[in-house]
């Protein structure tokens, strides 16, 4: 971009403000080196899941707060697992565990409230191997991160010539790793419309068609999320029971496994 045209990309600028004359939308920008507006005639605003030009356009956001709480970490991985990913189905709750490269592991521990503040790659070392008996070593861990779990799903993703992307359109649980992936192939499926703008064509139905597309994309990646999550939640030990006996036999057929395997990587 920058060899076609070096002032196409503009950093440190923060945009503060949209307006839209029906024909054009400019944005108000802060940042020493810029003017102060830019005009187009289409404005992506990919801005996260606190989106200010969302706000701006008056778009309504359908929230969700969810039960969930995870702490995850990355560790060298002694396991002997080798390439496979592990789902252990525990009474306190899912611990799930995905190779990496370089001969490293990542684990991720349902939690029933948020993490202690402070908790380090000790106490995750620790809950790992009360629930699973493997313990990672906590001198190799090079990824902490503690999160609780929400989704939000803009109510529209166009609002007169602007369009949301990524996580200011639709934020997603991070379990089963969807979000920004939901928003790579949005920003795949915009390109058109960026193009037909570009050459001053009228892009509304095109504009509704992506609207359609994307939002019925983040439902299902929100819903197979949700049953992800659900999956992982802790059951009393007889339902527990009766829960993993019944995943494990589904799990002994070929075509279920490859399902369920699937499913969980929301593939
Ligand atoms: C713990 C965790 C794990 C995750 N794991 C995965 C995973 O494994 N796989 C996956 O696909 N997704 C994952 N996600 C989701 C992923 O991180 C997000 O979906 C993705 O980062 C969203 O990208 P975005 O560009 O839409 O928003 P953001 O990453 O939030 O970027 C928005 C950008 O806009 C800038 N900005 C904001 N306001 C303004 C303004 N007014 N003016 C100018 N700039 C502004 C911000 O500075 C920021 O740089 C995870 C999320 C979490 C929390």
Same mark, same amino acid.
């Given at each position: ?9 503009? !950093? ?44 701006a356009l008056g778009v ?95 109510? !529209? ?64 990646? !929100? ?9 992982? !939640? ?9 829960r993993t006996a019944a ?15 699937r499913r969980f990587t929301?593939?």
């Open positions: 971009m920058l060899a076609l045209d070096p002032g196409a990309l503009i !950093r440190g600028a923060r945009v503060k403000g949209v307006t839209d004359d029906g024909g054009k939308v400019t944005v108000a920008v802060e940042g020493a080196t810029h003017p102060g507006s830019a005009t187009g005639g289409l404005l992506v605003a990919a801005d996260g899941a606190r989106s200010q030009l969302r706000s309504p956001v359908a929230r969700k707060v969810y039960p969930d709480h995870y702490m995850m970490g990355d560790f060298d991985d002694g396991t002997g697992y080798g390439d496979k990913a592990v789902l252990f189905l525990e009474p306190d709750g899912i611990v799930e565990s995905f190779p990496l490269p370089g001969g490293v592991r990542r684990w991720v521990v349902r939690l029933g409230s948020p993490a202690a503040p402070g908790a380090g790659a000790d106490h995750l070392a620790e809950l790992v191997r009360r629930r699973t008996g493997v313990t990672p070593d906590p001198d190799t861990n090079s990824m902490l991160s503690a999160f609780s779990v929400r989704s939000g799903l803009a109510r !529209r993703s166009v609002a007169g010539r602007s369009v949301l992307l990524g996580d200011a359109a639709h934020e997603i649980s991070p379990i089963g790793g969807q979000g920004m992936n939901l928003g790579w192939l949005g920003a795949r499926e915009l390109v058109p419309l960026v193009c037909a703008a570009m050459a001053g064509k009228t892009t509304g139905s095109m504009l509704r068609e992506f609207e359609k597309s994307r939002r019925r994309a983040a439902v299902l990646a !929100r819903r197979q999320a949700e049953i992800n999550m659900m999956l992982g !939640r802790p059951l009393p030990r007889p339902l527990l029971r009766v995943m494990g036999a589904a799990a002994a057929a070929p075509a279920v496994n490859l399902w369920a395997a929301m593939q």
